[in-house]
Antibody, heavy 121, light 108 residues
Framework: EVQLVQSGAEVKKPGESLKISCKGSGYSFTSYWIGWVRQMPGKGLEWMGIIYPGDSDTRYSPSFQGQVTISADKSISTAYLQWSSLKASDTAMYYC??????????????WGQGTLVTVSS | SSELTQDPAVSVALGQTVRITCQGDTLRSYYASWYQQKPGQAPVLVIYGKNNRPSGIPDRFSGSSSGNTASLTITGAQAEDEADYYCNSRDSSGDHVVFGGGTKLTVL
């Protein structure tokens, strides 16, 4: 069974750093892209970026380039999303997703349970 | 603003058919995927490609595409289909993914 299991909820202060994780199991972790999706409170889904754990090829949405860092450790089948200096506007639910490409279709076929990040002074 | 446009809200009577649309120029080149999100839950893939359903998704969900518009149709909507629905596809550069703004479906 394919699973993406994310790390637990975080409460941080502005300016602090944070790294959240997403552990994949039940499939070949190095053969699929892993992406991150943000959902701010009461808002829609936003694609942040994606990494191919097989070779660490990473792509960022222009909206998030320079704001976050995506990485992966294939030895433990885990992807990461990190911030060096959090802002209150980073308060959101963050989902990791497995990306598949079927012909001319990008799809996110498996989702993590989400990690709620709250940034407040 | 998103490159994929969805109506913010749609309603349907119980047991009737509803179509949720997603518009964008990139849909002329790429198929959309559709996700259902219920309150407090992670999104779930319901339709991808021309008209493909992942295992476990009821066959009342179907997809179609014409020109710059992708559609998700629910034939015989059930109370449990009340949720937010999002489309996604590639953006105009072809290098990135973009989501539509989402449609809140109410089943009356």
């Amino acid at each position: 069974e394919v699973q993406l299991v994310q790390s637990g909820a975080e409460v941080k202060k502005p300016g602090e750093s944070l790294k959240i994780s997403c552990k994949g199991s039940g499939y070949s972790f190095t053969s699929y892209w892993i992406g991150w999706v943000r959902q701010m409170p009461g808002k829609g889904l936003e694609w942040m970026g994606i990494i191919y754990p097989g070779d660490s090829d990473t792509r960022y949405s222009p909206s998030f380039q320079g704001q976050v860092t995506i990485s992966a450790d294939k030895s433990i089948s885990t992807a990461y999303l990190q911030w060096s200096s959090l802002k209150a506007s980073d308060t959101a639910m963050y989902y990791c997703v497995r990306r598949a490409i079927v012909g001319a279709t990008d799809l996110f076929d498996y989702w993590g349970q989400g990690t709620l990040v709250t940034v407040s002074s | 603003s998103s490159e994929l446009t969805q109506d913010p809200a749609v309603s349907v009577a119980l047991g009737q058919t509803v179509r949720i649309t997603c518009q964008g120029d990139t849909l002329r080149s790429y198929y959309a995927s559709w996700y259902q999100q219920k309150p407090g839950q992670a999104p779930v893939l319901v339709i991808y490609g021309k008209n493909n359903r992942p295992s476990g998704i009821p066959d009342r969900f179907s997809g179609s595409s014409s020109g710059n518009t992708a559609s998700l149709t629910i034939t015989g909507a059930q109370a449990e289909d009340e949720a937010d629905y999002y489309c996604n596809s590639r953006d105009s550069s072809g290098d990135h993914v973009v989501f539509g703004g989402g449609t809140k479906l109410t089943v009356l």
